[in-house]
């Protein structure tokens, strides 16, 4: 499941690195920090696909195509955005994320 430039390939690399990491944490009071980042780090994440799937959706002009340059400065912003948007927790999803894996981890 490969698309253009195989980025939804890297996207899913990512997803994978970033389970892996959450699943070899171990379930010790201590490693809550290391939690609380790894969920956010999956959030942003899931956010850099989200606003990446949302660019690829909007509507574009083939007047004036876009060049490579200003593509890769798109996904880089995307990127930042996503970061960004994990780090003040405005979404949400990391907070979630952890509160279910530290039940888990508490049984």
Do not use: H, W
């Amino acid at each position: 499941m490969t698309s253009v430039n195989g980025k939804l390939s890297l996207d899913a690399a990512l997803f994978a690195r970033q389970q892996n990491r959450i699943e070899k944490l171990p379930a010790s009071p201590q490693q809550d920090d290391q939690l609380l980042t790894a969920c956010s780090e999956f959030e942003a994440v899931f956010t850099q696909q989200m606003l990446s799937a949302m660019r690829q959706a909007s509507f574009e002009s083939e007047l004036v195509p876009k060049s490579s340059g200003e593509k890769v400065f798109e996904s880089m912003l995307d990127e930042q955005r996503a970061q960004q948007m994990a780090s003040t927790g405005s979404l949400g999803l990391g907070r979630m994320i952890y509160e279910q894996l530290r039940e888990q981890m508490g049984k």
